[in-house]
């Protein structure tokens, strides 16, 4: 990559979106990555939905469950998780819940 230049993104300024709780970090070409900081049940409305891209997170802190396509699976820290691309689903936060994911390619952000 000729005349790349690294960018540093730090937490505290990333652009929001979703609420405050969203924040969009770091984002090439081919892949998108953001954290949802201390969502609370009140925060979102479980309602399945797919997209055209993957999703693969890891769980820092709280509890969700994430529903698909019939099924559903508990997210405990520690946790990871990947949602292929198309795949109908929905996240059930259960207790206020830390989380980074990784898009591929990168999610049409909404920020706020």
Not at 16 to 26: E, N
Not at 45 to 66: D, F
Not at 98 to 104: G, K, N
Request: proline fraction near 6%; charged fraction near 25%; charge should be negative.
């Amino acid at each position: 990559m000729e005349n790349f230049r690294p960018e540093t993104i730090n937490v505290n300024d990333a652009p929001r979106g979703q609420g405050d709780y969203m924040r969009v970090l770091a984002r090439g070409e081919h892949l998108a990555m953001r954290i949802w900081i201390e969502e609370t049940p009140a925060d979102k409305e479980s309602v399945m939905h797919s997209h055209g891209y993957e999703t693969v997170g890891y769980v820092i802190e709280g509890r969700a469950r994430l529903h698909f396509e019939g099924d559903s699976v508990l997210l405990e820290p520690g946790d990871s998780w990947l949602v292929p691309s198309n795949t109908s689903h929905c996240y059930e936060i259960l207790e206020a819940f830390t989380a980074i994911e990784a898009t591929s390619p990168p999610s049409e952000a909404h920020l706020s």
